[in-house]
């Protein structure tokens, strides 16, 4: 063979074979996700009937980014959600709900928890967003009576109840709580010994609550928040009780609530003295700040 003509040859194919090579890197594939990084604190276990998901808000409607489950430290199970790049980019807000698992409607549930719009490639996220609660609780006041008004009267084991009413207007309402959005609701609590017992959820302040487990049933109570804790008691506990250095509690539940603690939003809580006497109205303490998750939603 011509060795010019050979060369040549070799040469061309060479080319060939560059030109191709640099044709398939110019072809490149644009990306299409994106990555949606959460970083919250003061979430917690919500068991394993629901599971907190993110969602988008994108063009005024709800574009869900993923689940993530809570363990029992704290710690959440995933902080990095891949999602449409798109939907990402566009996103005016971001809201973190609490959902049924399993769980077969693509909406979001009542139970927005946190919220935050976009400020360039940052959200951050509180429950007092709009899209969230609403409200952040930290203007919330109230106070308690220690009384047992439906021991038919007898006047006696009066520490033995807890009421979120105040003697003095009336009696009117012990608790002054902003308005809860659909999915959420309060409760009362007393903790004995250490154990949380519920006084029943409600949703005004001037009406009694949904539930009297632990009342006498000879007379009924005032129509406020509140319970004796008198018949049907607990496991591990004695009534009648002293609450007297004790403590009491208003949190904000999710609806449905499938724990038999309270959530992890506690704004009033209540240490009740140690010589504390009954009918007498003692104030509580403003929890919110140290009971908000908050954190931000990077995209």
């Keep these: 063979m011509n060795t010019l003509k050979t060369f040549g040859l070799l040469a061309l194919t060479g080319l060939v074979t560059f030109s191709s090579c640099k044709k398939d ?4 594939t644009t990306p299409t996700t994106g990555d949606l990084v959460l970083n919250i604190s003061g979430l917690e276990d919500l068991g394993s009937g629901y599971t907190y998901e993110n969602w988008l808000i994108v063009n005024g409607s709800a574009v869900s980014a993923g689940t993530f489950n809570v363990d029992a430290s704290g710690n959440m199970s995933k902080t990095s959600f891949s999602t449409g790049l798109s939907n990402l980019n566009n996103a005016t807000e971001y809201v973190l709900t609490i959902e049924p698992v399993p769980d077969n409607d693509p909406k979001p549930s009542d139970v927005h928890l946190l919220g935050g719009d976009f400020s360039g490639n940052t959200a951050n996220l509180t429950v007092s967003h709009a899209k969230a609660i609403g409200n952040d609780f930290t203007t919330a006041t109230g106070g308690y009576i220690l009384a047992t008004p439906t021991d038919g009267g007898m006047n006696t084991n009066e520490n033995s109840g807890v009421w979120w009413l105040n003697p003095s207007t009336g009696p009117g309402a012990g608790l002054s709580l902003p308005t809860l959005p659909a999915g959420w609701e309060y409760e009362g609590w007393a ?3 250490g154990q949380p017992v519920t006084t029943g959820k409600f949703t005004s302040v001037t009406g009694s609550d949904n539930a009297a487990p632990y009342s006498e049933t000879t007379a009924g109570g005032p129509p406020f928040p509140g319970e004796d804790f008198l018949i049907n008691t607990p496991s591990g506990l004695t009534f009648p009780t002293d609450l007297a250095g004790k403590t009491v509690v208003i949190s904000v539940e ?33 929890n919110a700040s140290a ?4 954190g931000s939603a990077k995209r």
């Design 25 to 28: 890197d110019d072809e490149s």
């Design 191 to 193: 903790v004995i010994d």
């Design 254 to 286: 999710p609806v449905p609530d499938n724990s038999t603690a309270p959530f992890l939003l506690k704004p009033l809580v209540g240490p009740v003295p140690t010589g504390a006497m009954d009918h007498t109205f003692y104030n509580m303490n403003n």
């Design 291 to 294: 009971t908000n998750p908050t």
